[in-house]
């Protein structure tokens, strides 16, 4: 049996039920009203959304840096922010965001 990490694990499931049971029914990226009898599989239901992403060094199962929003919304967060990643890796950005070789083609 393989290991699970993450999103996959038993914590991760019971925080987000947590998370979901404690918010108060509004989409903190809309900010209209989420149903909270849908599933998460659904446009309109409840989706947790990690405020500093995993990636940028937020942590899993941090309550502070957890919040609601619709899962449509959520992939539309994480659609722009995919964007703005894209534009500073063209820039050159410096650190983890400077793309897969540490710049352009143009700076070699």
């Known amino acids: 049996m393989s290991k699970r990490y993450g999103r996959q694990t038993h914590a991760w499931?019971?925080?987000r039920a947590s998370v979901i049971a404690d918010c108060d029914?509004?989409?903190?990226?809309?900010?209209?009203?989420?149903?909270?009898?849908?599933s998460g599989r659904h446009r309109y239901g409840p989706?947790?959304?990690?405020i500093v992403e995993l990636e940028d060094g937020g942590q899993?199962?941090?309550r502070a840096n957890a919040q609601v929003l619709h899962?449509?919304?959520?992939s539309q967060k994480a659609g722009v922010r995919g964007g703005q990643r894209k534009r500073e890796r063209k820039r050159g950005g410096s650190g983890l965001n400077s793309?897969?070789?540490?710049?352009t083609s143009r700076d070699w």
């Open 71 to 74: 899962a449509v919304c959520n």
């Open 13 to 15: 499931q019971v925080f």
């Open 60 to 62: 899993l199962l941090d």
């Open 25 to 38: 029914g509004i989409c903190s990226w809309c900010g209209h009203p989420i149903d909270l009898s849908l």
């Open 47 to 50: 989706s947790v959304d990690h």
């Open 99 to 103: 793309g897969r070789f540490g710049g």
